[in-house]
């Protein structure tokens, strides 16, 4: 049903989320939409715009939210700033603030990375995490600006423990198409796989 609402309303989509992540929400899923002037409710679905959304205080995670809508943009656009670029910053809070620059790929709504067996970042697991991107576009030197597109991603960190040789070679194929040899069994022992189910998703264009 998910995929479905993406692809039908992919020139408008901002966001879309499903039950578990609501509160006080009866609905199957809510759909953000740009230029949805009221809310409307169909099959259980409700269509809505980005204020009003965020207005009703669904969301279980008190996600902040971005003061200029106008400049979102949409679901699809998000998803490709976050497959053309190869890399970001993840950000966990534990005893500390902490945040650092990975390699990513993209599977279906899920965003993977990465590591070895030890690092403070594994301290952020099973929590409410941020992963942040950003397409630099240029100094535009007349408005004393740096354009650029970014995209900022809440979800759970969770460690994968299934289907980790296909998640690797999906790696390496999406960053070292070339390589070729088989990966050995050690090699897969001592990589962790982390998985970033998107909760919530921001796009923004700042242009001039």
Do not use: W
Request: charged letters at 20%; proline letters at 3%.
């Amino acid at each position: 049903m998910k995929e479905d609402l993406i692809n039908q309303y992919s020139q408008t989509l901002i966001n879309i989320y499903p039950k578990k992540y609501l509160k006080n929400c009866l609905y199957d899923y809510i759909v953000v939409l740009k230029n949805q002037e009221n809310p409307i409710e169909k099959n259980n679905i409700l269509y809505t715009n980005y204020q009003d959304f965020f207005k009703h205080d669904y969301l279980i995670y008190p996600i902040p939210v971005y003061r200029k809508p106008r400049k979102l943009l949409t679901y699809q656009e998000s998803m490709t700033i976050l497959n053309n670029m190869n890399y970001g910053s993840l950000a966990i809070t534990n005893d500390i603030p902490y945040c650092v620059s990975l390699n990513h790929f993209v599977v279906d709504q899920h965003i993977y990375f990465h590591c070895g067996q030890q690092g403070y970042k594994l301290k952020g697991l099973n929590q409410l995490a941020c992963y942040h991107v950003v397409e630099d576009l240029g100094i535009h030197q007349e408005a004393f600006t740096n354009n650029h597109n970014s995209v900022v991603v809440y979800g759970i960190l969770k460690e994968v423990k299934k289907n980790k040789k296909a998640l690797l070679e999906a790696f390496l194929k999406r960053f070292t198409p070339d390589f070729t040899k088989d990966l050995t069994v050690q090699a897969i022992e001592n990589t962790k796989i982390l998985e970033l189910e998107i909760i919530h998703i921001t796009g923004k264009k700042h242009f001039h």
